[in-house]
């Protein structure tokens, strides 16, 4: 279903039950329930329930469930659920679910499950020690040294 309405801005395109809805900035696009809705930034792409959401921020690309949701600044990308949200920092990226929220910096960069909240500084990368989950394959001083040669 093409969904658009109450927008003033121009070039917004909306796919999904309302998408794209009482927008005032230009180049908005949403696809998802909900998407790219009530934002005030030029250059929102949305994709997702609720994604794009409250921006009055500009250059807001969000992917996921509530992604890219009430940011002031501007250049955020945001990719998984919840990630990107409640940001007065410009120029951030956050992957991965609930990763960069209420920040202040700029420049951040936040990659994992909660990675990056609450954080004022800036040009920081944050990895979440919560994404990494992989074991070493590199012998350590635990290891004995048995030839595998008979």
Same mark, same amino acid.
């Given at each position: 279903?093409?969904?658009?309405?109450?927008?003033?801005? &121009?070039?917004?395109?909306?796919?999904?039950?309302?998408?794209?809805n009482t927008n005032t900035?230009?180049?908005?696009?949403?696809? %998802?329930?909900?998407?790219?809705?009530?934002?005030?930034?030029?250059?929102?792409?949305?994709?997702?329930?609720?994604?794009?959401?409250?921006?009055?921020?500009?250059?807001?690309?969000?992917?996921? !469930?509530?992604?890219?949701?009430? &940011?002031?600044?501007?250049?955020?990308?945001?990719?998984?659920?919840?990630?990107?949200?409640?940001?007065?920092?410009?120029?951030?990226?956050?992957?991965?679910?609930?990763?960069?929220?209420?920040?202040? %910096?700029?420049?951040?960069?936040?990659?994992?499950?909660?990675?990056g909240l609450g954080n004022?500084?800036?040009?920081?990368?944050?990895?979440?020690?919560?994404?990494?989950? !992989?074991?070493?394959? !590199?012998?350590?001083?635990?290891?004995?040294?048995?030839? !595998?040669?008979?």
């Amino acid at each position: 279903m093409l969904f658009r309405s109450s927008n003033t801005g &121009n070039f917004v395109v909306g796919v999904g039950t309302q998408s794209v809805n009482t927008n005032t900035g230009d180049a908005v696009i949403g696809i %998802g329930t909900n998407a790219a809705n009530s934002n005030s930034g030029t250059n929102v792409a949305a994709i997702g329930e609720q994604a794009g959401y409250q921006n009055t921020g500009s250059d807001v690309i969000g992917v996921g !469930r509530h992604s890219a949701y009430q &940011n002031t600044g501007d250049g955020i990308i945001a990719m998984g659920q919840n990630a990107c949200n409640g940001n007065t920092g410009s120029n951030n990226i956050g992957i991965g679910q609930g990763a960069l929220e209420s920040n202040t %910096g700029d420049y951040v960069v936040a990659l994992g499950y909660t990675g990056g909240l609450g954080n004022a500084l800036s040009g920081i990368t944050i990895i979440s020690n919560n994404s990494l989950d !992989r074991k070493s394959t !590199r012998l350590n001083s635990s290891h004995s040294s048995v030839s !595998r040669m008979p």
